[in-house]
C-alpha cells in the first residue's frame, strides 16, 4: 500500500455541525507511504475516530476512504484482516492489551501471526525500555506507561505500509518518549512505511513531513 487517501470525510457525530475548523474533516486529503505526519488536536476532535476509520474498525462516517485509490467501504472481514497484519499497525490509545497475560505473551500473541520478529528483536526492544524485567509480569500488574511501552513493542512486531499511533506517548517522560522516537524511526525506515501520530498536545520529537490541525 502506496498512499491512504480522505475525500470529504466527517464522523457522523458530526453531520450536524455546521461549521467544521480543522484541516482533515471535509477535506481531500492524501498520506503517502514513508511520510511522517502529526495530527494534532483537542480532547473530542475525533483524532481516535481517524484511526479506527483508517483501520476499518468504524464505518461511521461520510465521505470516502481509499487505499491506493479503491474505496474500503468495498472489503470484506478477510480483507480488512490481511491488511491488519500485513500493511497496517495501529497504537490504540487505550493500549488494549489482554490484562491477564504477561507483557511479552501480549506481545508474541501478535508476533505468532507472521514470526516476523525474533525473540532476541523482542527482549532488546524490551531492554532498551527500561521495562526488561517486566517481560514476565501480567499487564494488570504494570503502571500504564509501562503498559504504553509494551503496546508500541506489540505494534512493531508485524510488517506494516502505514503505522498509526494514538497519543503513544501521553504517559510517558521525556527520556522514555525519545527513545521510542529512536526505535520508532529505526523500525519505520527500515520497513518504508508511512506513519500518523497523534497527540493532543504532547508528542514525539520526530522529522514531521507535514503536520494537521484537527
Not at 8 to 29: A, S
Not at 194 to 203: C, D, E, V
Request: aromatic share 10%; glycine share 6%; proline share 2%.
Amino acid at each position: 500500500m502506496n498512499s491512504i487517501q480522505l475525500y470529504q470525510v466527517l464522523p457522523n457525530v458530526f453531520r450536524q455541525r455546521t461549521e467544521i475548523g480543522g484541516e482533515i474533516w471535509r477535506r481531500d486529503i492524501t498520506f503517502s507511504k514513508g511520510q511522517l505526519y502529526l495530527v494534532e488536536a483537542a480532547s473530542g476532535t475525533g483524532k481516535s475516530s481517524l484511526c479506527s476509520f483508517l483501520t476499518g474498525f468504524r464505518q461511521d462516517y461520510q465521505g470516502s476512504i481509499c487505499f491506493d485509490g479503491q474505496d474500503v467501504s468495498a472489503l470484506n472481514i478477510s480483507q480488512w484482516s490481511r491488511l491488519r497484519r500485513e500493511n497496517l499497525s495501529l497504537v490504540w490509545q487505550e493500549l488494549r492489551l489482554f490484562p491477564e497475560l504477561t507483557a511479552y505473551e501480549n506481545v508474541q500473541i501478535k508476533n505468532q501471526l507472521l514470526h516476523f520478529k525474533t525473540r532476541h528483536e523482542i527482549e532488546e526492544w524490551f531492554s532498551a525500555l527500561g521495562i526488561a524485567d517486566r517481560m514476565n509480569t501480567t499487564v494488570s500488574r504494570m503502571s500504564f506507561g509501562q503498559q504504553q511501552r509494551v503496546a508500541l513493542i506489540r505494534a512493531l512486531v508485524q510488517p506494516f505500509d502505514f503505522l498509526l499511533c494514538d497519543e503513544p506517548v501521553s504517559h510517558l517522560d521525556e527520556a522514555n518518549s525519545n527513545i521510542i522516537g529512536e526505535i520508532l524511526m529505526q523500525e519505520i525506515r527500515r520497513q518504508g512505511a508511512g506513519a500518523i501520530f497523534t497527540s493532543i498536545g504532547k508528542h514525539i520529537d520526530l522529522p514531521y513531513n507535514q503536520t494537521f490541525a484537527l
